[in-house]
């Protein structure tokens, strides 16, 4: 055990620079200047000296994302070489940057998952999302990667309030004529701080669509590990939300500990200053109780579509996390199978409606209140005093 951590977490490092602003994309971003991101990943390193003093490592995981984590490799580079990570090492991709020497570069780096942010081949969806790059742009990333990196991961989106079904049927077709390992098909998301801004969903017809796209991957040979994603049988899979406990570095990023969750500020001057006042760049602090988390944790876990019976996890073997197996069963929305509970298909309609209220009512709030920071002229100091604050019972 290290520190509150009831395992030995993973590690999330948040890049919130883009050339281009999707007019969609809710996450922590701002506009690429070399100058502005030389200053932030001076910052971002003693964010890093700062846990590494107290806990050197190693890290059960490694996930980059943003923003654009591939505008600054080579800002990431030195910063690669001090964490010390026993399993995969993840990075987001904007489709332009994979081709044959980025994907050597991005493998060069020690790099051997990949998300590639498609989203569609339809010119007409693409350019509804204000997406840079083409469906050419698109189909030539996924070609790089192939064969480069140990799993290859492909990120849809559809709106099935106003696209036509057959295009994310059409979209998924081309992932696995190509057999990329894992693609990742995530309903959008309208957050109200987001140009595109507020905006119904077609319920009902994202559950057409999800049981249609699950239909067409087990025809060819994919099964769905998860609400969202669907796995090429036998791969790998790229997992982002599903780690059980990770510690986030950045602006932006957030951390879960089990009984603390924490979330960095998202102002990249509010970030800087913290950290050069010798203080964690910490905005925001929860204390949950046992209950609580390990109905957090049981809520994730709900994700992949299985929950193990007994999982060696103090928080998924709680009895919170129990009573919400049996639950599950009682309502029909899971199933049991061989040494856990899996979802059916009623309950995976389920999840994917609980998981947009959860995404509405719990994290839309707080990132809007830290997206502010990004326009403040001044921000109430808060502290987090020492380096092991987070890390000591």
């Not at 910063?79 to 995969?88: A, D, F, M, S, Y």
């Not at 957030?254 to 910490?282: I, K």
Request: with cysteine; charged share 25%.
């Amino acid at each position: 055990m290290i520190g509150v951590f009831p395992a030995t977490p993973g590690v999330y490092l948040h890049v919130p620079f883009c050339r281009t602003i999707c007019p969609f994309c809710p996450y922590n971003k701002v506009g690429y200047r070399a100058d502005l991101a030389a200053d932030y990943f001076s910052a971002l390193e003693r964010e890093a000296s700062l846990y590494l003093s107290a806990h050197p490592g190693p890290f059960t995981s490694l996930y980059v994302g943003g923003g654009t984590p591939t505008l600054c490799l080579a800002e990431l580079e030195g910063l690669l070489g001090r964490l010390p990570v026993t399993g995969e090492r993840a990075i987001e991709v904007l489709p332009s940057h994979m081709t044959p020497p980025g994907a050597a570069r991005i493998r060069d780096l020690g790099f051997d998952y990949v998300s590639l942010g498609v989203q569609s081949f339809d010119e007409g969806v693409l350019r509804r999302l204000g997406r840079p790059g083409s469906p050419q742009t698109n189909r030539t990333a996924i070609e790089s990667a192939l064969g480069v990196f140990d799993c290859v991961d492909v990120d849809l989106i559809f709106d099935s309030a106003y696209d036509d079904p057959a295009t994310l049927l059409d979209d998924l077709t081309t992932c696995f004529r190509y057999e990329v390992d894992q693609v990742s098909t995530y309903p959008l998301m309208r957050f109200g701080f987001t140009p595109f801004g507020k905006g119904r969903h077609a319920r009902r017809r994202e559950h057409a669509a999800l049981r249609e796209a699950t239909r067409l991957a087990e025809s060819w040979g994919y099964e769905r590990r998860s609400v969202w994603t669907f796995n090429r049988r036998g791969s790998a899979a790229y997992s982002s939300i599903t780690r059980p406990y990770y510690l986030g570095l950045g602006a932006g990023s957030a951390s879960f500990a089990g009984r603390l969750f924490f979330a960095n500020h998202f102002g990249l001057d509010q970030y800087r200053r913290d950290l050069d006042e010798g203080r964690l760049p910490v905005a925001r602090v929860v204390r949950l109780s046992a209950p609580a988390a390990a109905a957090y944790r049981a809520f994730w876990q709900a994700y992949t579509g299985r929950v193990p019976l007994r999982a060696g996890d103090p928080l998924l073997d709680h009895p919170v996390a129990s009573a919400l197996r049996r639950a599950s069963r009682v309502v029909g929305w899971a199933r049991r199978e061989d040494d856990g509970v899996v979802l059916t298909g009623k309950g995976y309609d389920r999840y994917h409606d609980l998981e947009r209220w959860v995404t509405y009512h719990l994290i839309e709030p707080l990132w809007a209140e830290l997206m502010e920071e990004h326009t403040a002229t001044s921000v109430p100091p808060r502290a987090v005093p020492h380096t092991t604050a987070l890390w000591e019972d």
